[in-house]
C-alpha cells in the first residue's frame, strides 16, 4: 500500500486477489521522506489518518495492516519471506524518485525469488495511453482532453472489485503477528491540527455521496468552483492524494450522475469531470518530462531573472501583502493545510507576477502546507501560474487581485472570514483597504499599515517589471 490507502477500486489489491490464495497489506514507513523539506504537516496527517482509517477496517475482517519502517527492500524483503510471500504488488507512481526507488526494490525483491508486479492505479489513463496521432505525449491540455474523452468514451474503466475480492484472502492476523501502531505526525516531528483535513476511505465515499447528491455541490460546482466562501467543491484532493478513493470511482459515480439530469447538472459534472482530466494530464507530462520536477518545462524561462527578495517571500507566506484575497488565501492554507482552488491560481500569479519571486519557492511551499500536496499537480500548477510550463499561461497574463477578490468575494465573505481586521471595512474597500480615506478608516477600527499591512508592492510598477523580466528572457524563443 502507498498512495492506495483504500480496499475498494484498488487495482493492485485486485490483482494480487486474483493471483494468489492469501494476501497479507503493508505500508512502508520512511523516516528519512517524513522528516524531509518535501513533507509537511497536513500531508503526514493526512496519511496517517487514512492508515488508522485502514487498518481499523482491516482488522474487522480478522486480518492487519503491517506497518513497516524503515528501507523499503530491507522491510518488504523480510516481511515477505517472514509469512513465506511468494510474489508483492503495488500500484505505480510516477514521482521520478518513487520510480528510482521501486526499481531499486524490484531488483533486490527478484533477486531473491520473490516475483513483484505494478499496477496502474492513481491515474484513470496512464502516461503512455493517450498519445498523439505521432505517438508523441501531449503538451497541450484540450487536444489531450479530447482524446482522453474519446477514449474513455470508447473503453470506460469501470471500478474494480479489489474489496469483493479480497475479502476472504486476507490473512488472518494470528499469521502476521504483532505490528508497531499508527504513528503521530509528532513522531517525526509534525505538529497535528484538528483544522487539517482527515482521510479514510468511508468518509470520501461519503463526501462524494454529498457532492453528488441532487442539490449537493456538483449542481452548480460550474459557477460555484470559483467562490471561495461557498462550499462549492468536492473537497476531494486529499482523498484523491492519500488513495481513499479511486479515480475510477470518481468519473463512474460523475457519470451515472449525468444520466437523467438537468442540463445545468450534467454541464457542472462536466466541468468536474475536466478537472479529473486535468490531473491525469499533470500526471503524464511528470512522467514522460521527468525534469520538471526540477527545472522549468520550457527551457528558455530558466533565464527570467527571477528576485531574491526574501522579506517579501515571508510577507507572502505570512499572509502580510497587503492584498486583501492573496492574504485571505494564505491564511486559509496556513491555519487548514488547504486552499480553494482558485485562490491557489491567485496567490501563485502574485508570487511569481507581481513580486517577481521564483516559483519554485511557492511550490516547495505549498508542498509544505497543503495536505493534498501532490508533485504533478503542484508543480504543474506552479508552473501554468509562472508561464514557465505545458500549457501555462501567457507570461502577460497576470490577475489581477483586487478585481479577482471583487468578482469570485464580491461582499468579501471570505476575506472577512480569515482577515479579522478587515471585518468592518465597507465592502467598497473591502478587496483595496488602502483606498479607505482616513475617517473610514477610523470608523472601521482598520488603520492600513497598523492593523493591516499597507501593499507591498506597487502593481503598476510590477507589471512593467515583469513584462520587460519575460520579455528579456523569451526574446530569443519567440525570434
Not at 332 to 352: E, P, Y
Not at 366 to 385: C, I, P, S, T
Request: glycine share 6%; charged share 25%.
Amino acid at each position: 500500500m502507498r498512495r492506495d490507502l483504500r480496499l475498494r477500486d484498488n487495482v493492485a489489491l485486485a490483482e494480487a486477489a486474483r493471483a494468489s490464495d492469501e494476501v497479507a497489506l503493508a505500508f512502508v514507513l520512511d523516516p528519512a521522506l517524513l522528516r524531509s523539506e518535501r513533507m509537511g504537516a497536513p500531508l503526514v496527517q493526512a496519511f496517517f489518518s487514512a492508515l488508522a482509517a485502514l487498518r481499523a477496517e482491516v482488522r474487522e475482517r480478522g486480518s492487519d495492516l503491517v506497518l513497516l519502517e524503515g528501507d523499503f527492500a530491507e522491510q518488504l524483503t523480510a516481511f515477505a519471506r517472514r509469512i513465506g510471500a511468494g510474489a508483492i504488488f503495488y500500484n505505480e507512481d510516477y514521482d521520478p524518485e518513487a520510480r528510482l526507488r521501486d526499481k531499486r526494490v524490484r531488483a533486490a525483491l527478484e533477486a531473491v525469488g520473490i516475483a513483484v508486479h505494478a499496477s496502474l492505479d492513481h491515474v484513470y489513463f496512464g502516461a503512455d495511453e493517450v498519445r498523439t496521432e505521432s505517438g508523441a505525449p501531449y503538451k497541450v491540455f484540450t487536444p489531450y482532453k479530447r482524446h482522453w474523452l474519446d477514449q474513455h468514451a470508447l473503453a470506460p474503466r469501470l471500478p474494480v472489485q479489489s474489496n469483493r475480492a479480497s475479502a476472504q484472502k486476507l490473512l488472518a492476523s494470528a499469521e502476521i503477528g504483532a505490528t508497531r501502531e499508527v504513528p503521530t505526525p509528532e513522531a517525526y516531528g509534525h505538529a497535528s491540527s484538528t483544522a487539517f483535513p482527515m482521510c479514510g476511505e468511508a468518509e470520501a465515499r461519503a463526501r462524494l455521496d454529498r457532492f453528488l447528491a441532487l442539490g449537493g455541490a456538483s449542481d452548480g460546482y460550474a459557477v460555484q468552483r470559483d467562490i471561495p466562501a461557498l462550499e462549492g467543491t468536492s473537497r476531494l484532493s486529499p482523498d484523491l492524494r492519500a488513495g481513499t478513493i479511486g479515480i475510477r470511482t470518481c468519473v463512474a459515480r460523475a457519470r451515472a450522475a449525468m444520466e437523467g439530469a438537468s442540463s445545468q447538472r450534467r454541464a457542472s459534472l462536466d466541468v468536474w469531470i475536466t478537472e479529473l482530466v486535468w490531473r491525469d494530464f499533470y500526471q503524464q507530462i511528470l512522467r514522460n518530462f521527468p525534469h520538471v520536477a526540477r527545472a522549468p518545462f520550457v527551457a528558455e524561462t530558466a533565464a527570467i531573472p527571477w528576485r531574491d527578495d526574501e522579506a517579501a517571500f515571508a510577507a507572502w507566506c505570512e499572509a502580510r501583502t497587503g492584498y486583501p484575497i492573496v492574504d485571505a488565501a494564505m491564511r486559509q492554507l496556513n491555519t487548514t493545510g488547504w486552499m480553494h482552488n482558485r485562490l491557489r491560481m491567485i496567490v501563485a500569479s502574485f508570487l511569481t507576477k507581481d513580486l517577481l519571486l521564483n516559483w519554485q519557492w511557492g511550490e516547495r511551499y505549498f508542498e509544505r502546507h497543503l495536505a493534498d500536496a501532490d508533485l504533478a499537480q503542484n508543480n504543474g500548477g506552479w508552473q501554468w501560474a509562472a508561464s514557465t510550463g505545458t500549457d501555462a499561461a501567457p507570461y502577460f497574463r497576470i490577475f489581477n487581485p483586487v478585481l479577482q477578490g471583487q468578482r469570485f468575494d464580491p461582499e468579501g465573505t471570505f476575506v472577512r472570514a480569515m482577515l479579522p481586521a478587515l471585518r468592518s471595512v465597507p465592502t467598497k474597500y473591502v478587496h483595496a483597504p488602502w483606498q479607505m480615506p482616513p475617517l473610514v478608516q477610523r470608523e472601521a477600527g482598520c488603520i492600513v499599515g497598523e492593523d493591516y499591512p499597507a501593499p507591498i508592492v506597487d502593481r503598476a510598477e510590477t507589471k512593467a517589471r515583469v513584462l520587460a523580466a519575460f520579455s528579456a528572457a523569451l526574446g530569443r524563443r519567440e525570434k
